[in-house]
């Protein structure tokens, strides 16, 4: 309003930037502090209204008028409207007496449907959307004349516009800001706000005048309601008449005057003017307060510091992910995750990127934003763990980059691949326990997902991850786990698989002296490590034939590349179950058994070719026993110590 308002009262009146008094020297611009005292603004004088017929005495006096004329059927006096509660009995008992009325039986009478709207109406004064909206789905199947049908259209749009839920408009609702009810008087008013709620504030920029003018006949509470996002709206569009005279009527409600709204907007309009201790003293009023504004005081603290190089960027992450667990569950929070994941990339945190975006996938799965939160932070997962198993990553910040990023991840389609990753990196490494622990892990989500359809996953996929966690367990000498991970057939049933099942076995069995397992485990493709696991275990058992068999069928696959211990074995065993063909070949066809000095004494003893010449007599007989328990002394010992049989 301008200073040469009739109206307005004779004392000095605040300036929001770029309000002009009436002079014909432009006024200087200066934001309204909120130390600042407002005038009260006189409201227009209402609107003559037409003659309509006599309300429905069934409802409260206040209830029972202004439904006839459209262009007042929102409108209300402060100075009529009765406390709520009174208001609520009174619908109560009109309901009440409708519903006791024969017709109610057949549905919902008119005398039904004018109390419930009624009931909304109430509401609507008292600004609770929810409730209202709640009460007018009452009506879904009732048979309305059309004069309540319009009744119900209006409040289905004005409750609709402050439903903190957002649930949109309905069809009804919408048609009212069509073409068809462009004489409505109060259409802008609605327009603007419905621009409002989409932040489209170009579009309600020009509506802003007629909206100030227009909103003084509507209900206090309603007033209330959406004088915050009206004042927000003329200070984005820099419509700094209309924001001062928003302001002011802020300083008619009580529940406004000392509110985070007011505060977070009078520094809104401080900072527009380039007053930053203002705005900060605003901000941090605001700041205090645990509600919508109270958060957004906050963020824009940051939001300043920042553009202002007032605060660097630690700083401001810092306070923008204590934010993040602050306020959640609304476009405002989610924009705090998008800024903050920003500011991690900006600071070179890749980690705590990939976290942030997990948080937004985790917060906001449904939203746009998280397709493009998941495409980053694949990207960077690629890059790290990449790192991490080339040893490019040090193994400390890898192993602390994924225990962050994993609880996050793992169900997202291709992260066991990185987890995998991880898993060998480090058992390359012999962290055997770790590499274990990730490869269960990894294993148990895959099957997880699988079962809730999340993921298609084979049985050949988790099988392979059972196996090398078992083996891993095998490799850091847990045998009794790694007995357990393998306890349960495989799934998938394939032969290579079940092979290294098998071989895994025999090893582990062995490991814990259960020889007799041992020989009961079999696999459809024997290799040379299941074959000496086989041998050894009959050669403890003393069965001398057995064994030999195993280590003559190894001998003969690997030939001279028999590991010698195994030629020792294979030794031993065709000397004591009396192969000495055997025997005498190892001495020629072997050659490191023959590069031992024992061996002489070992070859001479198990086969002198003067002895098969020498009558057999007492003397020669126990010669030829001396000669064999000296030679398996000799064998026996370079068994147990090789370094010392070849000095």
Do not use: C
């Not at 058992?427 to 326990?433: C, K, Y």
């Not at 698989?497 to 490991?511: H, P």
């Not at 074995?569 to 005498?584: E, I």
């Amino acid at each position: 309003m301008s200073e040469t308002d009739p109206h307005a009262p004779q004392q000095a009146e605040e300036v929001m930037p770029g309000d002009h008094a009436a002079s014909s020297e432009p006024a200087q611009t200066a934001p309204l502090a909120p130390e600042q005292t407002a005038p009260q603004m006189v409201p227009p004088q209402a609107e003559p209204r037409l003659a309509r017929p006599a309300p429905d005495p069934s409802l409260a006096p206040s209830e029972g008028e202004d439904w006839q004329i459209p262009a007042q059927m929102l409108y209300s006096s402060d100075a009529t409207e009765r406390s709520f509660l009174t208001e609520r009995r009174g619908i109560q008992n009109a309901l009440a007496r409708a519903l006791d009325k024969p017709a109610a039986q057949w549905g919902i009478s008119a005398e039904i449907a004018d109390a419930l709207l009624a009931q909304a109406r109430l509401h609507y004064r008292h600004a609770q959307g929810p409730e209202g909206l709640s009460v007018l789905e009452g009506l879904d199947r009732a048979n309305l004349s059309g004069g309540q049908e319009l009744r119900r259209a209006v409040m289905e749009l004005a409750l609709g516009l402050i439903d903190p839920r957002d649930t949109g408009l309905t069809q009804r609702a919408q048609a009212m800001l069509g073409p068809a009810y462009a004489s409505w008087p109060d259409q802008p008013v609605f327009i603007a706000l419905l621009a409002i709620r989409k932040k489209d504030y170009d579009q309600a920029a020009d509506l802003l005048p007629t909206v100030q003018e227009r909103m003084q006949h509507l209900p206090k509470g309603y007033r209330e309601a959406i004088l915050p996002g009206l004042l927000e709206a003329a200070i984005a569009s820099e419509d700094w008449h209309s924001a001062r005279d928003f302001a002011l009527d802020f300083r008619k409600h009580a529940g406004l005057r000392d509110s985070s709204a007011f505060h977070y907007l009078l520094g809104r309009a401080a900072e527009a003017g380039q007053d930053l201790l203002a705005a900060f003293d605003s901000y941090a009023l605001a700041g205090k307060k645990h509600d919508l504004y109270g958060h957004r005081a906050r963020t824009a603290v940051v939001a300043m510091g920042l553009r202002h190089d007032l605060m660097d960027i630690p700083e401001a992450r810092e306070l923008l992910e204590r934010e993040s667990n602050i306020w959640r569950g609304d476009d405002y929070a989610l924009a705090v995750l998008t800024d903050l994941a920003a500011l991690d990339r900006a600071d070179g945190d890749r980690v705590a990127a990939v976290h942030t975006y997990g948080s937004i996938l985790d917060r906001f799965p449904e939203q746009q934003e998280a397709g493009l939160a998941r495409q980053k932070a694949r990207a960077l997962i690629s890059e790290l763990y990449a790192e991490g198993a080339s040893g490019e990553l040090p193994l400390s910040d890898f192993l602390r980059a994924h225990r962050k990023i994993a609880p996050d991840f793992r169900f997202e389609p291709g992260f066991d691949v990185q987890g995998e990753k991880f898993a060998d990196r480090f058992l390359s490494i012999g962290s055997t326990l770790v590499a274990a622990q990730e490869y269960e892990a990894v294993h148990d989500h895959l099957a997880v997902a699988r079962d809730l359809g999340l993921a298609e996953v084979t049985d050949v996929r988790l099988d392979e991850l059972r196996l090398k966690q078992a083996r891993s367990l095998e490799m850091g000498g847990r045998y009794d786990d790694a007995l357990s991970a393998l306890r349960e057939p495989l799934a998938s049933g394939e032969t290579e698989l079940e092979d290294q099942r098998g071989v895994l076995l025999a090893k582990l069995y062995a490991s814990t002296g259960q020889g007799a397992a041992v020989l009961e485990t079999a696999v459809a493709r024997p290799d040379m490590e299941f074959l000496r696991l086989k041998a050894k275990a009959y050669f403890d058992r003393e069965d001398w034939p057995a064994s030999q068999g195993i280590y003559q069928q190894m001998w003969d696959e690997a030939g001279q590349e028999l590991p010698f211990e195994d030629a020792i074995n294979l030794l031993l065993a065709s000397y004591r179950g009396g192969d000495w063909a055997t025997t005498l070949a190892l001495s020629q066809d072997f050659p490191e058994l023959t590069s031992i000095p024992q061996w002489s004494t070992i070859a001479q003893g198990l086969l002198d070719p003067g002895a098969a010449l020498w009558p057999l007599r007492e003397d020669t007989a126990r010669m030829r026993m001396n000669s064999a328990a000296s030679t398996l002394e000799t064998v026996e010992q370079a068994v147990q110590d090789p370094a010392k049989a070849t000095n």
